[in-house]
């Protein structure tokens, strides 16, 4: 990894994962701590240092086997493995130090954090499992068994799976996988330590005696994002037909194994299997990050929780009226300016904003980081720059996107911000979209590229005497001719760079833009879509009645939350069925469903996770699993499984 794909708060790519079992000695009831660290990328490697901190240092001459104590210094130890040894893709360095100061207590007391210094002096994050010992022996479930006893989360399409009376230790790949496949069982180990830190990571790739043993298969049949999972008398089969199947397939085995550890009745399967695809392409969810600055660390955890969903693509609101969000070469006034609200910036404090400015920005290191870490989860991010309405950031840091001669206040948005519209007839809009394409272009590798298109005033241009002479030379004389105009040329700049327009649905207003190719997000009246996908263009619901999750959960005055889609309960987001809006014979444009989070109120993380989960959970399963396999009462029991910010 380069240092531009590394940003704080997003977790690095590793290639290096580090177990550790801890056993006690005969002579030495604080015993010895043994270490498996494997490589799990592509490179072998030789020549390198092993960095880890752990609570119970080696403090007396440290037994040490198969390994060089070079330093240590309170919890940082540094050590190397004998010259000349070679750490080979899915190969393991094992070695043992003794002499620790006590006998450890609690799987806390294991290895804290870790890093690989390479031969080069490039240090490499490593991906470190919980701390191990020997079963005292099997352990067994207790309890009644739940009707349905397993916490997937989305439900899969087939399941199959009897309730096991034992809890596995932990899942294991088995001796001989490749390491492409012990990568993809480290990066699900870290995703679950990420998202549920407190609790026991499902997977070690340390083999002890009550662990579950697991094997991987490729299987095309299985499509695309499909997998299988066969419960056998000795192993796990992990079939997939490609690394999100994979990634999948071991969501679903960490999400049974999570269950089965809470107990309250849910299980392990004994035997049995799980066949699963999903129902749409696309599964999204939005961010707005323009009302509201997220740090990156945030984002990366939110993209974390998608995945734990099995969601697939992040559409990620970059810039509105209240904040130009992108660092845009050439463009610094973007976000020097258009990023900052404040009472002396050139942009007002709006919701939520106290007395001080405030403000932030995302660089392209941040964002090469985050699609290096979405991708990681097989995320695709999807950018929004919302033009040519909801600009007035951008015009705040631009003065001269706007026509001098156009009066002020002479249309407003519903949201009451004036004149905040990209005008067509100035040559700045176009010089400086194509540098924002640029941008988009070489950050994002999405196929699809979103440029809003919602919410363009009425009156918006009307009196822009430069827009309306424009207008003239094109023989068109009503604004939503203009927006289309506007919105072909977007799409033309979009093609030259190989990527198709996503917009939102009122991009298909008046002549709307080329069909071929373009997605269109419908967030309006259901209605709205399927006249849509009609006209020949693909689609993606996301109705504000049922999935915008910044609508109140209920009417209830203490509620909180926006009202003007209605309020939407939980059970009426998970009843949403979007085979009832869409015709049969136009399914084939729906690509899929997404959630919106618009975050004007969302001041805090209590309000983010108020509104976002469980609903957001009830969107994922509206987007993977078949309709007739939906069933609200075994949903609303497993959404204590739910992660959270
Ligand atoms: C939107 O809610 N304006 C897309």
Known sequence: MTDQQRAPGVPDQTRFHLDCLWQPLEDDPAGRLVFELRNTGDDPIAGFRLVFTTLRFVERDPLADNVRLIDRKGYFHEVAPPDGFHLVPGGAWRFSLGGITGEPQHRSEGIVSAYVTEADGERRAVVVGDLRRKASGERRASGAVAAQPFALMPWPAEVAIAPSDVLPGYLVPAEGVTADELSAVSTVTALFRRLFPIEPAPFSLMALPDDRLLRFAT???????????????????????????????????????????????????????????????????????????????????????????????????????????????????????????????????????????????????????????????????????????????????????????????????VQGFANNALNPAIDLTWTMLEAVVDDLAALFPSPHLHVGGDEV??????????????????????????????????????????????????????????????????????????????????????????????????????????????ATSLEAAYAYEVGNDIPADLLPRLKGIQACLWTELIDSRAHFNHLVFPRLAAVAEAGWTPAPRKDWSRFQQLTRFCPSL
């Open 219 to 413: 299987d095309t049949s299985l499509g695309r994002e499909g997998y299988r999972l066969e419960f056998r008398a000795d192993d796990i089969l992990v079939a997939a037909a490609d690394a999100a199947g994979r990634q999948y397939a071991l969501t679903a085995l960490g999400q049974l194994l999570r269950g089965a550890r809470a107990g309250g009745g849910f299980r392990f399967p004994a035997d049995g299997h799980i066949i699963d695809h999903p129902r749409f392409g696309w599964r999204g969810c939005h961010l707005d990050t323009a009302r509201r600055f997220f740090p990156v660390g945030d984002i990366a955890r939110f993209l974390d929780c998608l995945a734990y969903l099995r969601l697939n693509v992040f559409h990620w609101h970059l810039t509105d009226d209240e904040a130009w969000r992108l660092e845009i070469r050439g463009y610094p006034q973007l976000t020097s300016v258009g990023s900052v609200r404040g009472p002396e910036a050139a942009l007002r404090p709006q919701l939520g904003d106290g007395p001080e400015a405030s403000g932030g920005f995302y660089s392209h290191a941040d964002v090469r980081a985050l699609v290096a870490h979405a991708g990681r989860l097989n995320i695709e991010i999807v950018p929004e720059v919302d033009i040519p309405g909801h600009s007035t950031a951008a015009l705040a840091a631009l003065p001269a996107l706007a026509d001098p001669d156009e009066p002020a206040g002479a249309y407003a948005s």
């Open 457 to 566: 005033p009425h009156g918006a241009w009307q009196s822009s005497p430069l827009a309306v002479r424009l207008m003239a030379d094109l023989g068109i004389n009503d604004p939503e001719a203009l927006q289309s105009h506007f919105m072909r040329r977007v799409q033309t700049m979009l093609r030259k760079r190989g990527r198709q327009l996503a917009g939102w649905n009122e991009v298909g207003n008046g002549a709307g833009v080329e069909t071929e190719g373009t997605l269109l997000t419908v967030w309006q009246k259901a209605t709205i879509g399927a006249g849509l996908a009609e006209r020949g263009y693909d689609i993606v619901m996301a109705p504000a009645e049922a999935y915008y999750l910044d609508i109140a959960h209920s009417q209830a005055w203490d509620e909180i939350g926006m009202s003007w889609a209605g």
